[in-house]
């Protein structure tokens, strides 16, 4: 089996290093404590570890890890791996203090290592290419379907206790590669299904649209950390369950998960169709305006597809134009001669959406604050003014996305808009628009990377 290892050392102060890799092995790992530095054994995943557009790590284990290590001042050293296999071996061998990795709690990891920490509940799913395979539950699946999962998963197990009947299916396992190639090679190529967390399967059927959720296998599961060393597993699993790590889970809970809605067939096929088809015509436009504003061309590229679908010519009925719809008002104050124009929308679209980010006090964290922006160029500034009124009325954080797309539909009720400045606003369209782009922006920025 060929193992490939990227290894990273993080500072929290925002530096990045290459130190050479390998483990203490039998020796053991000095604790954290003394050396200052918790080294962390990953999957390269989204939702584990990634490295983002702007070439900086972020996922939702790299950024619990990075809180819990913060609250403590150590610097972070990243192990990461393809699969989840090849990250309990190295956490078996001493080569980390923790596995971070969306680990799915199971008795038999339970009796080679000790809990660190629980922080989310997913269901494993068995999936398929969509229209190849039908069934109720387990005794329904044909006897001839071929599962492949990766070697070292949960999901071996999993199929192992469920596949018992004289006429269950098979499975096999796969050293090779980690669950997101597998769910790639099911939706492009079939000829087998495989099995993945909830969570991961909602990722990337926004990517692959040709993914479909046959059954939900069992009952559902914790995912959370392990450490071979026990008093490592009781530290980190105090912290996660404390206040502190509890605000740093509902954190990435919210930045990673929560905004992911209902899986649309239709629509992310016609998103999938137009980054091949439209995307490529407007790309440079994007990352022009990206160049001169600062925000991120798939940011910019995603809102545009949420305003027109990459339409240069659309138009709604209040009377908004072009690929970036912008009234006709906002055009001339911003020097748009013609909306229709994509290079001339783009741009004027781009410079609008950084302005209504720069007035935001600078104090607000990304990426809330790029939300608030959203929502600024949705519903407008005057009402999203307002709402962060109401938030501070109502003891909520105006700075906070989180308790701002709970606050802003109340601007339809009239105890609250009636004591507002600007009154009555559609407050649930900018939460359900900001929704909309952040899921959009995921699909996209995998489609700029090529």
Known sequence: MQRRIFCLAVSLAGTVGLPACGGTGEAGLAPPSETGTLRVVTRNAPTAYVMNAAGSPSGPEHDLVAAFAGERGWDVTWQVEISTGDVLTALEQGDAHIAAAGLTHTASRDARFHGAGIYHRITEQLVCQRGSVRADAVDDLPADLRIVVGEGTAYAESLEALLTGDDAPAFETDDSRGTERLLQRVAEDGGFCTVADSTIVA??????????????????????WYSADEGMAAEAAAWMAGETGARAVATIDERYYQYIPEFDFVDMRALKRRIDSRLPDYRRYFEKAAANTGLAPDLLAALSYQESHWDPEARSPTGVRGIMMLTRRTAKALGVEDRLDPAQAIDGGARYLADQRERLPEAIPEPDRSYLALAAYNVGRAHLLDARKLARDLGRDPDSWAHMREVLPLLTEPRYYKQLKYGYARGHEPVHYVQRIRN????????LER
């Open 440 to 447: 959009y922006r995921d699909v996209i920025a995998s489609g």
């Open 203 to 224: 990722m990337n059927r926004r990517v692959f649209p040709a993914l479909d959720v046959v059954l939900d296998l069992g009952v559902p599961r914790q995912l959370g």
